[in-house]
């Protein structure tokens, strides 16, 4: 005897991506949205009602004739223009080099940020220079702003002896205490609650520091994302809370992470002034970050924002794609590649050459390929050396636990 009630209306419902392998993929040609639509309000007396427009448009600066313009224009001069360009150039040349040593065996795994690399950078670079970061793995271009050695990068994603964390974290993991720049934990999202708690701590003691940190569209369906929210709109602490809604977890299609019209959306539901931004749009991010700062600094607390864009590459060095979508999808993305959209913004307000690009890639290049040869001499996967066993040990527990100091005893045998 069937128990399937003929006349029930529900229907179960399980989303798909709009596009799978051998789709034309089609997202429109251009933004609807376009540059000038929505005002700037004044960063200190707005509310989150005020940002209703912006959580459901798209704050962009830099429009399809490649030139800046509205209210979020951040009017940057030219020398920061390109050494944001000069950035995200090296981390596009640094993440290729990092997959080829991958894939040579010489380390385990890697994360590109492809197609994401002005998020970070940009970002970054409308902070103070103290404030914290609370990265995902797909913003190790923070690094970089804050002037971080490649040579000491490569060296934590191979895990070799001159690796600052001794290979007690994955690759892509990094941590630096000097840059402000606070490990990620593997268990995707758990750095919101310790963003916002480090931003609860810097209003409890009255420092002038700022937290900034971010999730992906998949994490944000996780209880870590809707915790840190929360606190954040109770506690009103200096955050910046970011989720990059890249369209992918992995293979699973960000339909299936919220049921709602966007990711903006969700805070106003919080009471927090949530912005939506174009993240292939180097000004329109650098320009929301500064706002959202400006809130942080006049005690008016949290800022939270989607930064929406697509992940072009593999998740990672163990993805393949193209299993789960059409191979060319990235390129029908109508954010573009925010690479070549500052570089041709540079190059139409005559601050930038295809021959000074072409002279920087070279230079880049030169540069990538040094740190790599040097941090190679400290180990690498196929060779080694590796930082000694007896290193799980140190560095973790300032009193070493008994149940840890057995450990060590019973490996030392
Ligand atoms: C709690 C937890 N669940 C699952 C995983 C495996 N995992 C690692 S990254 C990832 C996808 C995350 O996607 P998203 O948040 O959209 O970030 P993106 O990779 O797109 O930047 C998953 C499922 C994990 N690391 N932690
Ligand atoms: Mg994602």
Redesign the pocket.
């Known amino acids: 005897m069937s128990s399937k009630n003929t006349n029930s209306m529900q229907t179960y419902t399980v989303p798909d991506a709009p596009f799978r392998p051998g789709d034309d993929a089609d997202f429109g040609d251009k933004w609807a949205e376009q540059p000038g639509d929505l005002s700037r309000p004044d960063p200190i007396n707005c509310v989150h009602s005020d940002t209703e427009e912006h959580a459901h448009g798209l704050i962009r600066v830099l429009g399809d004739d490649d030139m800046a313009s509205g209210e979020w224009n951040p009017e940057l001069d030219a020398t920061e223009l390109i050494r944001g360009l000069e950035m995200m150039m090296r981390l596009r040349i640094f993440d290729d080099r990092m997959i080829k040593m991958q894939r040579t065996g010489k380390l385990s795994f890697y994360m590109r940020s492809f197609g994401e690399e002005a998020v970070a950078i940009a970002q970054t670079m409308a902070l103070d220079d103290t404030d914290w970061i609370f990265p995902?793995y797909?913003q190790p271009g923070a690094q970089f702003v804050r002037g971080r050695d490649m040579v000491s990068m490569i060296c934590h994603c191979i895990g070799n002896t001159e690796d600052n964390i001794r290979g007690r974290q994955m690759p892509v993991h990094y941590s630096w205490k000097e840059g402000h720049f606070i490990s990620i934990s593997?268990?995707?999202?758990t750095q919101f609650s310790q963003a916002v708690g480090v931003a609860m701590a810097s209003a409890y003691k009255g420092d002038d520091q700022a937290t900034i940190t971010w999730?992906?569209?998949?994490?944000s369906a996780?209880g870590d994302f809707h915790y840190g929210l929360n606190f954040a709109s109770v506690f009103k602490p200096p955050v910046i809370l970011n989720v990059?809604n890249?369209q992918?977890?992995?293979s699973t299609h960000k339909n299936l992470a919220t049921g709602g019209e966007n990711f903006a959306a969700r805070g106003l539901a919080y009471g927090i002034p949530s912005l939506r931004v174009d993240g292939n749009d180097f000004l329109a991010l650098y320009s929301v970050t500064k706002w959202a700062r400006e809130r942080a600094r006049a005690g008016k607390g949290a800022t939270y924002i989607e930064v929406y864009t697509y992940?072009a590459g593999a998740?990672s060095s163990s993805d393949d794609p193209s299993r789960y979508r059409p191979g060319d999808e990235f390129k029908c993305w109508p954010g573009g590649d925010p690479v070549e959209r500052l570089k041709n913004h540079l190059i139409k307000i005559g601050a930038w050459s295809n021959s000074k690009d072409q002279e920087l890639t070279e230079k880049i290049d030169s540069e990538v390929m040094a740190a790599y040869k040097e941090a190679c001499k400290f180990g690498d996967l196929a060779n080694g050396p590796f930082p000694p066993a007896s290193t799980i040990f140190t560095e973790v527990y300032e009193k070493v636990p008994w149940h840890i100091q057995e450990q060590r005893e019973e490996l030392g045998k």
């Open positions: 995902s797909r593997s268990p995707v999202g999730l992906g569209d998949g994490t996780q990059v890249n992918w977890a992995i992940r998740h």
